[in-house]
């Protein structure tokens, strides 16, 4: 006997050079499998001057949607059809979604860290320091912002970056931006609630520690890292051991995974089966 087979499945893509490090597509296809979502994510290496023609193969395919991650972030701005505030506002996109035929660019990530904060913290009337200025600050300081933090304090090594992040956030939202150049170790200033550690410090393999005079850290803060990987990196474990709430860089990881996923299908997945099959990835 014989019968009719569904082979097909709903695309979405990864585009980024390189694409090997980046470990999205093991806990998209796990939880795609888990649900049992007919879908399929595909890491793909496209070079800066591809993107224009991976696009069009893009639209030609019907994918759903892709990531991007860098170089494109920026560049593929004006290839799209329409962008989402918080995308608009960073002025990077790291998501687009294909909705009623139009491809509009969103940023997950800031929103990913967001929801992985405010499972532990409100963010609203909250003081911020975040350490960097690159693409993953500037994600999580304009959604915070957002988010109504009371004051947000952009510590970088490089000033210009600092401080024009820092002028982002006082100028276009209703929180408050300060800079401090990063020069030896920072101390961090009484009243902040919550610490972030936004450089790529503490990426597998590199062991520098993160300029942040640890003890100027307080017992009732919130203390988190970007690093994916280590999850747990030296700084997670420093200021869990003073006594800081401290998340891991999973949880933005996961939850702009699990928000990319909503927007694509319209789906909310199991964020637990992508957080464990990132920790079985990196064990
Ligand atoms: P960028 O290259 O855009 O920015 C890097 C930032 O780190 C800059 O502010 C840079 O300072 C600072 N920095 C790097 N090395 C040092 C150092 N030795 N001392 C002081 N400052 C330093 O990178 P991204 O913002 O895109 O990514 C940063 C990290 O965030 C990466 O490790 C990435 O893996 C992680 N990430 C995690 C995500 C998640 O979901 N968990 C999502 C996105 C990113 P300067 O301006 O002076 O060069």
């Known amino acids: 006997m014989t019968k009719l087979v569904d082979c097909h499945s709903t695309l979405i893509a990864n585009f980024g050079m390189p694409v090997w490090e980046n470990p999205t597509e093991f806990m998209m296809e796990a939880v795609f499998k888990h649900e049992g979502m007919k879908y399929r994510y595909i890491s793909t290496e496209v070079p800066a001057d591809k993107l224009e023609a991976a696009f069009a193969g893009v639209k030609a395919m019907g994918y759903k949607g892709f990531n991007c991650t860098l170089p494109h972030k920026q560049k593929i701005i004006p290839l799209l059809d329409g962008l989402g505030e918080s995308a608009e506002l960073m002025g990077a996109v790291n998501c687009v979604v294909e909705r009623k035929g139009q491809y509009i660019g969103e940023n997950t990530d800031g929103k990913g860290y967001t929801e992985s904060l405010k499972e532990i913290t409100q963010i609203a009337g909250k003081t911020l320091l975040i350490l960097g200025a690159g693409g993953a600050a500037r994600a999580i300081a304009v959604e915070c912002a957002l988010e109504k933090a009371k004051k947000i304090i952009i ?77 747990q990196t030296p700084f997670i474990k420093e200021a869990t051991a003073l006594g800081c709430t401290t998340i891991d860089g999973l949880g933005m990881l996961v939850n702009q995974g699990k928000i990319a996923i909503k927007y694509w299908s319209g789906k909310e997945v199991d964020s637990n089966v992508m957080r464990q099959s990132l920790l079985d990835l990196f064990s």
């Open 155 to 231: 510590v970088n090594r490089t000033q210009t970056s600092g401080q024009e992040l820092a002028q982002l956030v006082e100028e276009k939202t209703a929180s408050r931006g300060d800079f401090i150049s990063l020069d030896g170790e920072v101390q961090v200033p009484e009243g902040v609630d919550i610490v972030i550690n936004a450089t790529n410090i503490g990426l597998y393999p590199d062991t520098t520690k993160v300029p942040i005079d640890m003890t100027s850290l307080k017992p009732n803060m919130v203390v988190s890292d970007v690093i994916p990987n280590p999850p």
